[in-house]
Nanobody, 126 residues
Framework: QVQLVESGGGLVQAGGSLRLSCVAS????????MGWFRQAPGKEREFVAA???????????SYADSVKGRFTISRDNAKNTVYLQMNSLKPEDTAVYYC????????????????WGQGTQVTVSS
């Protein structure tokens, strides 16, 4: 069965960095797009970043405007892992971060993703 396990969250001061990892199993990782979403308390889940499947060009990524230039999504198909490097963190980045699997093109819509991890908490203090 498909499993997605996130790690790397934690507490960091504003301006700091964190790298999230999501290890995938149960499917052919390289043939699926992967995305990162986040959900802050009292808010809806929102798109953060996505990376296309290898067959659509592994270098193609997309980002929410709020994280563009600060966050970088990447994937290591040999390790079945997708990463989210987060730099210059702000208190408004505080949320539970989820990785998701679905489709080929890396959509920003959560409805395009079929499987989700349990999430990892990121807290940015001011």
């Amino acid at each position: 069965q498909v499993q997605l396990v996130e790690s790397g969250g934690g507490l960091v001061q504003a301006g700091g960095s964190l790298r999230l990892s999501c290890v995938a199993s149960g499917f052919t990782f390289s043939t699926y797009a992967m995305g990162w979403f986040r959900q802050a308390p009292g808010k809806e889940r929102e798109f953060v970043a996505a990376i296309r499947a290898i067959s659509w060009s592994s270098s193609v990524t997309s980002y929410a405007d709020s994280v563009k230039g600060r966050f970088t999504i990447s994937r290591d198909n040999a390790k079945n892992t997708v990463y989210l490097q987060m730099n210059s963190l702000k208190p408004e980045d505080t949320a539970v971060y989820y990785c998701a699997q679905g489709g080929r093109t890396g959509s920003s819509s959560s409805t395009s993703y079929d499987y989700w991890g349990q999430g990892t908490q990121v807290t940015v203090s001011s």
